[in-house]
């Protein structure tokens, strides 16, 4: 089986955008949950820990809800493409389409008449 270069090339980019995506989320989870490990085992030897100190770890912890979404948009083209379109308010029928689309902004996939219902 041999593969051509530019499917090989396609194939390995494909592949560097998913490590740099999987790297960035699996790096803002251990910054976000570190503080809350280490206060659990602070607070377990000594239960007098300050009580806006888990706050503020509490916040770390919540902190990375709020990344995620912003990490993907970041790293993967499609996902913020389509957060764009939520953003802006777009026609529904363009934020949720099936139809995948090139570079131009044509659609690849032929579109399907509608029904009356």
Same mark, same amino acid.
């Given at each position: 089986f041999v593969m051509s270069a530019r499917y090989r090339g396609e194939q390995d980019a494909s592949g560097r955008r998913a490590l740099t995506t999987v790297c960035a989320l699996s790096g803002a989870f251990v910054i976000s949950w570190i503080?809350?490990?280490i206060w659990t *085992?602070?607070?377990?030897?000594?239960?007098? #820990?300050p009580k806006g100190l888990q706050m503020v *770890?509490?916040? #770390? *912890?919540? *902190?990375?809800?709020?990344?995620?979404?912003?990490?993907? #948009?970041? #790293?993967?083209k499609r996902f913020g493409r389509f957060v764009w379109r939520l953003v802006t308010c777009a026609d529904k029928s363009q934020i949720f389409s099936t139809a995948q689309t090139n570079s131009k902004g044509d659609s690849s996939a032929k579109k399907q008449p509608e029904s009356s219902i």
């Open positions: 503080p809350l490990m *085992v602070w607070n377990g030897i000594d239960p007098k #820990t *770890v509490m916040c #770390t *912890v919540m *902190v990375n809800a709020y990344c995620n979404p912003i990490l993907y #948009t970041l #790293t993967n």
